[in-house]
């Protein structure tokens, strides 16, 4: 007897900072049309979304899309200039402390996601079990205890707050991603980089520890 079908929503980020692509947008575009070589995951449906880099607003937009699809999980992309890997977050913090302003133009400094919320909240995906899925593939991945203060931590924190206080069974998590080839040429800077081919290759295996814990699960 076949499984029933699970709901995923997908999120990546606009572009930001100056820069004209971001390589969490890339990766969701190619998985949006799983125009990737592995075969689309059956037990899974899969829906994306694109979020403003704009503090609230990005936030608000999620927790819309969650509301009205009832997704049984969240991940959320984001691009890192540091990544050197496909980078799983482990833990969201309740403050936003932007180093840069956002795509709105402002730049907010020491003020929770939520007001009166938790400290931090752990992701409920199975990391350990994705970075593994990821790394079987030949592509890096990592573990996270930072993801750090600005839009990617304010969404991850806002998703799963809601997941908290509102869904307990929705599992939800973070992914930050490298830089593209282009990105980081252009900084100069020798950063490592990732394509966004082996990018949504690498979140595609993830999806498959995704689908074995929705499956397992209650």
């Not at 993830?206 to 814990?213: K, P, Q, S, Y």
Request: with cysteine; glycine share 8%.
């Amino acid at each position: 007897m076949s499984q029933p079908t699970k709901k995923v929503l997908i999120t990546a980020f606009e572009p930001f900072g100056g820069s004209h692509v971001n390589p969490s947008e890339q990766a969701v575009q190619l998985l949006a049309g799983w125009q990737i070589p592995e075969r689309r995951i059956p037990e899974l449906e899969i829906s994306v979304d694109l979020l403003p880099v704009a503090g609230g607003a990005a936030g608000l937009r999620l927790l819309e899309r969650v509301r009205r699809e009832a997704p049984d999980a969240v991940v959320c992309l984001g691009e890192s200039a540091t990544a050197t890997g496909i980078t799983l977050e482990r833990v969201a913090v309740n403050l936003r402390d932007y180093r840069i302003a956002d795509n709105s133009g402002q730049q907010v400094v020491d003020q929770p996601v939520v007001a009166g919320g938790p400290t931090a909240y752990l992701t409920t995906l199975p990391v350990r079990e994705m970075a593994t899925a990821i790394t079987a593939l030949g592509i890096p991945a990592e573990l996270s205890l930072s993801a750090g203060t600005f839009l990617c931590n304010e969404v991850m924190y806002t998703v799963l707050h809601y997941a908290a206080t509102e869904q307990p069974s929705l599992r939800a998590g973070f992914i930050h991603v490298p830089q593209l080839p282009e990105q980081v040429a252009l900084g100069g800077r020798g950063r490592a980089s990732m394509d966004r081919l082996t990018t949504a290759r690498g979140i595609a295996a993830a999806l498959t520890a995704v689908a074995a814990e929705l499956r397992n699960g209650p």
